[in-house]
């Protein structure tokens, strides 16, 4: 499976049109919509994007998972009920409607930032400065991709690790 990885930062034009990043496209090419869902971020003054395939299957996980009356509405009401499905056009761009980029505060530029499965669209100054934020608490939390893979390995039975049991 392909993953968005990297930020990269694209002028908005009067219309609100923006190009996708050629790399996330390639990543969304084989779906079911040519296109990407957004919908407003639930933590951060940003926008969330994926593919209408990836929106399916958090459809179908809503469906086996135990959670409450009231969480199930909030999931439903805050992200399904608040998507936009946005095709591309012929050059690879879509339309942000107008009440995503107040929401985010996009005016001029907006900057696509790779989230493995997911991406994000954010006012590239507001992104700057949640990346430093988040940079500064990562160190502080010894976090590192050795330590990651270090951990994830040590999660799993010796069996999977090629180990002998």
Known sequence: MAIFLSTYVYRVDKKGR????????????????QGVIVFKSLQHPALEACSADHMQQ????????NVSAEEYELIETTIFGGSFQLPFDGEGRIVLPQQLCEFAGITEEAAFVGRRR???IWQPARFAE????????ARGRDISLSKIIARAGAARPASDQ???S
Do not use: C, I, M, Y
């Not at 923006?18 to 919509?33: G, I, K």
């Not at 958090?58 to 998972?65: F, H, I, P």
């Open 162 to 164: 090629g180990g002998a």
């Open 58 to 65: 958090l459809s179908d996980s809503l469906d086996t998972l």
């Open 130 to 137: 949640h990346e430093g934020t988040s940079r500064e608490k």
């Open 18 to 33: 923006v190009s996708v990043p050629a790399e996330f496209r390639r990543v969304l090419e084989n779906q079911s919509f």
């Open 118 to 120: 997911t991406f994000q």
